[in-house]
Nanobody
Framework: QVQLVESGGGLVQAGGSLRLSCAAS????????MAWYRQVPGKRRELVAS???????TYADSVKGRFTISRSNANNTVSLQMNTLKPEDTAVYYC???????????WGQGTQVTVSS
């Protein structure tokens, strides 16, 4: 059984900051990659940032230099520090994880981030 619980979303003015957190409860496997995706209505869900178990990170071009992903392997948590937020960052943000050797993504329920101009 896999359970992902996100927190930290909300409303912020442009230029502000938010920190998202996700706690993963996993019984069957060790977590490989942890990631954050986002989705706005009518558009495909897109990868925002990911971090492997060895802490190799990737970022979408649109967030490079503004967002930072981090994780705790001991606690199975992943965070996304979002700075200099823009209205176009408004979306539902989803936490996701994968198991080693698998492409299957396990998803959280999502948390709304709204950036006002």
């Amino acid at each position: 059984q896999v359970q992902l619980v996100e927190s930290g979303g909300g409303l912020v003015q442009a230029g502000g900051s938010l920190r998202l957190s996700c706690a993963a409860s996993v019984m069957q496997f060790s977590i490989n990659t942890m990631a954050w995706y986002r989705q706005v209505p009518g558009k495909r869900r897109e990868l925002v940032a990911s971090i492997t178990s060895r802490r190799i990170t990737t970022y979408a071009d649109s967030v490079k230099g503004r967002f930072t992903i981090s994780r705790s392997n001991a606690n199975n948590t992943v965070s996304l520090q979002m700075n200099t937020l823009k209205p176009e960052d408004t979306a539902v943000y989803y936490c996701a994880i994968t198991a080693p050797g698998s492409a299957t993504l396990y998803w959280g329920q999502g948390t709304q981030v709204t950036v006002s101009s």
